[in-house]
């Protein structure tokens, strides 16, 4: 009989135990942590070892499991044994990073047709169809990559355009950047980094803010670089910047010494988006400038 490990936060115990008992009444048997650990046991070791003895984990997703950081290493260890690893979404929620591209079933309010999908799903995988399978082990990273960022980015405000625009920013980037870097966990985006006497310089960022995915260029450290030593070369990066934006979310000219944020959404127009590159490039221009007078 399969086996499920269900992954959840105790705050949702009443959830997870709609879920198990649908499961059983679909043949399916199922690994819990408040029926299958018994007092006095090291838990930890226990949890390993109901995921090593499944044949599959279903994640109850909902706010306090989606901030959870036992749910999350559960996930993840479940992918390290190649498990299969499928999503009960019961809350409306951002999904997580490491879980955006596992396609959810969607039990909000107990919802029949999520419950049956998930069951139908659970058992295309664990069959002998070896692609549903394949499909079932998706690549989960707490950390941002090319294959997570994007669709996590998509879900947010704004996300269909931000999308659009910060994927034409990273793949414009990797062909004049020495580095495009993914990073961060509470923050995640991508970096363009040149190099500049055996170093990396970071000229723009591309966040996921919760709020607005927004694109970020650093003047506070370019400040330690030529030209950008000098304020006023600074500053003119800054006015640039100015005229992509609506006047009334206009940057103050403190922020020439700290680090100017704009939402991506101000740069969906194709000419907007195309002097944003010309602002990138002015600056990669500038600092090799500098570096070939020394």
Known sequence: MTKVFIS????????TLFIADSLRRAAIDVWVDFENIRGGVDWLCEI???IQRCDAVVVVLSKASASSV???RECLYAWQLRKPVFTALVADILIPLHLINIQYCD???RNADGLSKLVDSIQAALRSDEGAKANAIASLSRQPDEDNFFPFVEQLNDGDVATLVARDLFHWSRNLAHEVAFGGVSKPGFHARVKLN???????SVYAYRR?????????????HKPFKRRKA???ILRDLNRLLPKQQRFKADKANRRPTLALVHLSSADKLEAFKSIVLEIIGELRAAEGTR
């Open 107 to 109: 039990l909000r309010g």
């Open 48 to 50: 390993q070892a109901g």
């Open 198 to 204: 055996r170093q990396l310089v970071t000229v723009f």
């Open 70 to 72: 036992w749910v999350e």
């Open 234 to 236: 600074r500053a003119a």
């Open 8 to 15: 959840h936060s105790n705050q949702d115990s009443d959830e």
């Open 212 to 224: 607005r995915p927004s694109a970020q260029i650093p003047l506070d450290r370019l400040a330690a």
